[in-house]
């Protein structure tokens, strides 16, 4: 059997000559810029204030470049600012999910057996209802807030990046190096963390840019549904709820940007995640 | 075609191929011409890396996307192959030339039954469908399966690898090919069934007159198999000529070399070292100006370094890439022939008692060992032969304190009994019985440095700390012959080789009283492979280690063991002084695998039909009846023998006596 052995020069090498990457990289780029530099970059107060009712849903113009909201707010310095929210969020759930998913892996892969056996299906039984139906049902027993997103969002990725693990892992403690630590009376611990963990970082980077995107999209989704962030925060997902009504008096702008700020994101992340895939799974 | 030209099927001709590598394009094949013969079987060998399956893709046009023919011709029965049509193309590959690759298990498509699978190529041939399944049935019948109505509606993962290479060899002649391309087809498949398969080959070969292309890096498949030879070395044909004189008179300092690196049945550990081949393959597209092989050659002089030398023929209708071929037979060795001094004890180390190990499958037991005996001696090489499902690997680890083994079984070391599992073992005791695996790359973690892998043993086994064991770590890889510059490497910058000797030096990390070697060569190249069983040698002599050397290579182990011990099906059927084992008389299952080793030597052979039954219902009687040539009758069927001790220090477990297999055996030659 031959082992990959893709060095990290080489991994980048194929990373800068992948268009899918840089393209991807580029538009992540706009978007994180905007989410620390927002404040500077808005033309009005992204909050509004109170004279702007007067102006309301006024269609784009020379003056709002994305027109106004039901409020009045200048719809191009809610969008902007908006990318903050959603990017912490996001990140900060799929950290979380990665850093449990990966420890509950190595420990499933690593062990087998029985304990392969109960926990594999115990994430199987979660992974069969769907996501956003558990994160809601989760959101409704703890109240909306931006912290119960994050874990609830987080812990439900679990199972997912567990699942990728557990056959990383699998596959690496069929090699012989593990039997050699063994034979060295290593212990579990330093087995998993240290021989087999840095052998299948390849696999986590891989699933943790695949699962930003999706968690950007559920972070969206749930805030659209009216569970989680708070409503004073700029957020675009509560933009389009909140907006979505006018669609029929043919008022579209409220709408359309914020959810063409989501689609570019989400595109983003995902040529990004597809980049990197590239790179680290030949 | 017409039937007089004597004209050759297959005509290559100044072959050139290029890999294109990030932007550039380097070359991988140079200048390679050679010709086959109608009915000929010629065969390419040469180390990896020297671009032996890069020349078969050429001709099947199977070159990947990055790799271009760059400049000669190949051609076919007269037409050229090179610049085919896509049509073309189909219907050469259809009717004129077939392929069979290494690995049968991904050659065939797991999940569509055989005779759908064969069919296909009659389908292909244009057979109509109504007389297609009789031939597929007559294909299979004629790569002998033994029933081929029932392996028809078998998946690929019901057969053993053996039977698969069959099938693959069956659909590569069901066109009854002008050319035959084999590319290593035994590669992967026990002794025995690799000369089951060979002799299958050669008796289609005859029969379907067909022209073979034989391509293998083992000297002895290429010897028996072929009528002529090329030696391939960085994608250069070094000699050619008729595999007999290749072999027997090489005039090229490279066939001398590896010819040298072999373990042949004369000599043993304790007679001369194996010599090597200094030195590494150059990159692919190195830039060399003379001779691609000077910078390894001991008798290379200026001229060598500055010119190429042209494949000149010599006398004997044979050619050599060598400006001086005529001083090649006189090369001088590359090490020291004096083999290194052993000390001889004969105080028992390890002495495993009534050994049995029992898995459980399904619901069913699978009885892998059963009352193994067998006591290793201090300082002593004994080995372990036997087909894969014989129980060897699974003793080792018995030993090694991977799997523990059933109750009753009780393993001594230095007349301490063993805890059975590693962790319930003491310090001294783990540093004591180490191992050495087969496949270096998968042995050392390949994000680890050698520092790291060697240091983390010492400092583990030896209880030291940081200082200490980078000193220890130093010493370790001067005692493997390895240069301080790797100190810091990561596995992915060392060669195969490098990587055995880093996995050596980490099992002598703690001084190992024993250490298992389990087919520690098989996965290295000729000259690689002398040079660690060299290696493992010295440092046998060195600390006075005891080596548990598991092998399918019978000339390997006849040159390193001391004592041999035989298992088939989780039992020992004959152990002894391997002089007293090779010499014979033998155990017929011994006789079986010693004439099924390809050797240098031609000789008489017997052959053991079918399989290595299922470890889970063992056969009655004797484990070796089913498959057993000498087999005299109902009591092998009914009564298990006992592996009587017939001689000081030798036992065997049959019903016949010695004295009448030894009259059996005599008369085979």
Redesign the interface.
Known sequence: ???P?T?RVQRW?VIRRSPTFWVGAAITLVWVLSAIFGDLLTPYDPLGTPQDVLNRLQPPSAANWFGTDELGRDVLSRVIVGARQVLTVSLAATVIGTILGTALGLVVGYYGGLVDDIIGRILDAFLSIPLVITAMLALAALGPNTFGVILVIGLVFTPLIAKTVRAAVLAERQ???V????????SSFYILFV?IF??VTNVIIVEFTVRLGYAIFTVLALSFLGFGLEPSIPDWGLAISQHYQYLTGNIWWPVLFPALAIASLVVGINLVADGIAQAFEN | MSEAAPKPILEVENLGIDYKIGTEWKTAIRDVSFTIDRQETFGLVGESGCGKTTVAMAIMHYLPRNGRVSSGSIRLAGRDLVDLSPNELRDVRVNQISMVYQNPSTALNPSIRIGAQVADVFELMGVPKDERSQRVIDILAKVQIADPARVVGRYPHQLSGGMLQRVVIAMAIASEPTLLVLDEPTTGLDATVEAEVLDLVSNLRDDIGTSVLYISHSLAVIRRMCDRVGVLYAGRLMAEGAAEAVFTDPRHPYTVGLLRSLPSSEIGRDEATLDTIPGFLPPLGADIKGCVYADRCAIAEDICRDVEPDLKPLTGNRFSRCHFPDRAPDLPRAVAAEPPVRQTETEPLVEISNVSKTFIQDGHPVYALNGIDLTIHVGETVALVGESGSGKTTLAKVLLGIDAPDEGSVITLSGEELAAEVRDRGQEDVGAVQMVFQNPDSALNRRHSVRRIIGRAVRLLRGVGRKPSDERTRDLLAEVRMGMEYYNAKPRHLSGGLKQRVAIARAFAGSPALVVCDEPTSALDVSVQAAIINLLAELQAEENVAYLFISHDLNVVRYLADRVAVMYLGRLMEVGPAKRVFGGPHHPYTEALLSAAPDLQEGARIRLEGEIPSASEPPPGCMFQTRCPRKIGEICETIEPDLVETEAGYSIRCHIPVAELGRLQATRV
């Open positions: 059997m031959t082992v052995t060095s090498h090699l012989d190096y039997t050699a630590a063994q034979l060295l009376k290593e021989e840095p052998n």
